[in-house]
């Protein structure tokens, strides 16, 4: 009787170990995937900034070009706006937040072409046109920094569900 005990109480020892250790493993995965999602999160946001700042810098060298009267080179920003990086995170890490990027990726393609061919041939505005010209490049800018706000707001929203 004491053999058949003690391979019982062995039996049930083991079982409740087993489901403790599947318990904490359990755990330590929903811990370690939140924590890596929230990392994720957090590189989009880091991203969302980087764009804000670009097209900032940019809104502000066009400005001072049409003070200056005189036109910028073709690449304004002067390095690559980080939109594919941005749209993975977004599409992998926060899919409910997809169509805000495409709000920012929007944004910054509204009147790009316009505002460009423009800034080209900034000797040849008259001050009516430049006046137009300051006044769209600041509505684009603030479109921009909303939309990007946006996101970022919708982003630290998520975050702070996996903290």
Known sequence: ??????????????SISLVA?????????????????????????VLTIKIGDLYRRMCGEHLASL??????????LGEKVPFEELKM?????????????????????????????????????SDEERSQLKSS???RQSDIEEKVKQLQDGLVDMGRRYV
């Open 89 to 125: 995170l977004v599409d992998f890490y926060a899919p409910e937040l997809s169509w805000r990027y495409e709000e920012v990726l929007q944004a910054t393609q509204k009147d790009y072409g316009k505002i460009h061919v423009q800034m080209i041939s900034i000797n040849k505005l």
């Open 67 to 76: 003070v200056l009267r005189e036109s910028k080179p073709v690449d304004a």
């Open 21 to 45: 250790v599947t318990l904490t493993n359990k755990h330590q995965w929903r811990v370690e995937s939140s924590r890596k999602r929230l990392e994720k999160i957090e590189q989009a946001h």
């Open 137 to 139: 490049i600041m509505d």
């Open 1 to 14: 009787m004491d053999f058949w005990q003690t391979i019982l109480a062995t039996l049930i020892g083991g």
